[in-house]
């Protein structure tokens, strides 16, 4: 997944809101990558962008090669059903389906055979920690619980990238750490890219890749090789903004 310059200006009413103001990075193979900052600074209209479920007002999202913005919307449903999968802030998962039938239900709905499918469930419940749960439905299940049978979700699939924005939720600080590290472990064994959007130092600490956003812009965090605790900074873009459409934000 490449993006290339991306700008996105979002417009409520007479507010215009410059989110991303020149965008760029490439999200490779297997890679573990975690997107800090501050609020407002454009990390969900990063991720939705990443996960198609937006358009960049410019700038180019390629995935293997291919303009997403020359796709028709049949193509854009197969390329998220197949290739991304996404953990929200809460679950999202169907009250009235059991935790292994929500695992399941996004392989049904890509044609899986049935057998295939419960295996599947099966398997994830299992990496997930959640075996004994699998009957369960959502409410009968913790929070933390929940986060992983939608991490078990968002891996049916076998996506090539996992995007997960503040996936901890209104968890505590220890459970939320716990749900993220899982993410970390399954999506690894699984060899699926993460993009993820969490404020726990720790799980910045072993990502592969650490980017901060700042006002539409985003910065590489370098970990230094040798101590792991200081950090250099760099900035990713080297091209300027045009001054005259740099458009003041309204919080
Ligand atoms: P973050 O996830 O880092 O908190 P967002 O990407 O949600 O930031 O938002 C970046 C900026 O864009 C904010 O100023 C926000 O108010 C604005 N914004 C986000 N989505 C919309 C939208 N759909 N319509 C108008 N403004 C939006
Ligand atoms: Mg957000």
Redesign the pocket.
């Known amino acids: 997944m490449q993006l290339e310059n991306l700008e996105k200006i979002?417009?409520?009413g007479k507010?215009t809101?410059h989110?991303l103001r020149g965008v760029s990075l490439t999200v490779r193979e297997g890679e573990f990558t975690v997107v800090m900052?501050?609020?407002?600074?454009?990390?969900?209209?990063?991720l939705n962008l990443i996960g198609t479920l937006d358009k960049p007002t410019s700038g180019r999202a390629l995935i293997d090669g291919e303009d997403i913005a020359k796709m028709n919307d049949g193509q854009l449903t197969r390329l998220r059903r197949h290739k991304i999968g996404f953990v929200f802030q809460f679950h999202n998962l169907i009250p009235v389906l059991t935790a292994f039938e929500n695992v399941q239900l996004p392989l049904l709905t890509s044609r899986t055979k049935r057998r295939e499918a419960e295996d599947r469930a099966n398997e994830l419940l299992d990496r997930v920690g959640l075996k004994e749960r699998a009957r369960h439905l959502p409410d009968e299940l913790s929070g933390g619980e929940q986060q992983r049978v939608a991490i078990a979700r968002a891996l049916a699939n076998r996506p090539r990238i996992i995007l997960a924005?503040e996936p901890t939720g209104d968890l505590d600080t220890q459970t939320g750490s716990e749900v993220v590290r899982m993410m970390y472990e399954v999506a690894r064994q699984e060899h699926a890219a993460v993009v993820v959007?969490t404020h726990d130092p720790i799980i910045a600490e072993r990502a592969d890749r650490l980017l901060e956003?700042r006002d539409?812009r985003i910065t590489e965090i370098v970990h230094e090789p040798l101590t792991g605790e200081k950090h250099a900074i760099r900035a990713i873009e080297s091209v300027p903004p045009e001054p005259g459409r740099s458009l003041s934000?309204?919080?």
């Open positions: 979002h417009q409520l507010t809101v989110a900052g501050p609020s407002g600074s454009g990390k969900t209209t990063l924005d959007v956003m539409g934000q309204p919080n």
